[in-house]
T-cell receptor, first 118, second 115 residues
Framework: AQSVTQLDSHVSVSEGTPVLLRCNYS??????LFWYVQHPNKGLQLLLK??????LVKGINGFEAEFKKSETSFHLTKPSAHMSDAAEYFC????????????????FGQGTILTVHP | DAGVIQSPRHEVTEMGQEVTLRCKPI?????LFWYRQTMMRGLELLIY????????DSGMPEDRFSAKMPNASFSTLKIQPSEPRDSAVYFC?????????????FGPGTRLTVT
């Protein structure tokens, strides 16, 4: 069974400072990993994805994440936070089995609410 | 592309009434998912379809919930009878079955309030 753990339920930063949202996963097989963002009263939008290519993945709005197999982590970072980054962020895993197919389900982390102060 | 379309965006109903939520997936996508989001339980997968066929409905909370996908461009999630604890935001998502991307595209959600 796979699981995704977001280590912080809330993160608060000042505008212009770096953002770090932490995510650890467990999976029997090589996972595909995603970060989604949900702004208030909106649906989920894909920020970036990792699918066993480059371990450093760049996404939209200046976000990036690094897949570290040895640490089973996929932390999301951004060098400089903007007020518009305030939202809830979800780390998500999709298991890919040895045959290269998917079970078809996403496993969501609990979410991290990012607050950005002026 | 218009993205995943859900209707209605907001629904307020009284306990015991039937509620039908609708979803139009992105054209060409083979998979369709229904999720429920609440403060207490976060995002939960209710059911998903592949090529209009339900594959896994183990997340459907009880028999009051049912979902159909009569064709590739339309799906419904029905609650009958509705209860206050069904109040949540219901998301529909879709994805294609090609390559290793597997990312799902989410609709804007339907906020359901049962009084």
């Amino acid at each position: 069974a796979q699981s995704v753990t977001q280590l912080d339920s809330h993160v608060s930063v000042s505008e212009g400072t770096p953002v770090l949202l932490r995510c650890n996963y467990s999976s029997s097989y090589s996972p595909s990993l995603f970060w989604y963002v949900q702004h208030p009263n909106k649906g989920l939008q894909l920020l970036l994805k990792y699918t066993s290519a480059a371990t450093l993945v760049k996404g939209i709005n200046g976000f990036e994440a690094e897949f570290k197999k040895s640490e089973t982590s996929f932390h999301l970072t951004k060098p400089s936070a903007h007020m518009s980054d305030a939202a809830e962020y979800f780390c998500v895993a999709l298991s890919i089995n040895a045959g290269g197919t998917s079970y078809g389900k996403l496993t969501f982390g609990q979410g991290t609410i990012l607050t950005v102060h002026p | 592309d218009a993205g995943v379309i859900q209707s209605p965006r907001h629904e307020v109903t009284e306990m015991g009434q039937e509620v039908t939520l609708r979803c139009k997936p992105i054209s060409g996508h083979d998979y369709l998912f229904w999720y429920r989001q609440t403060m207490m339980r976060g995002l939960e997968l209710l059911i998903y379809f592949n090529n209009n066929v339900p594959i896994d409905d183990s997340g459907m909370p009880e028999d009051r919930f049912s979902a159909k996908m009569p064709n590739a461009s339309f799906s419904t999630l029905k609650i009958q009878p509705s209860e206050p604890r069904d109040s949540a935001v219901y998301f529909c998502a879709s994805r294609r079955n090609r390559g290793l991307s597997y990312e799902q595209y989410f609709g804007p959600g339907t906020r359901l309030t049962v009084t």
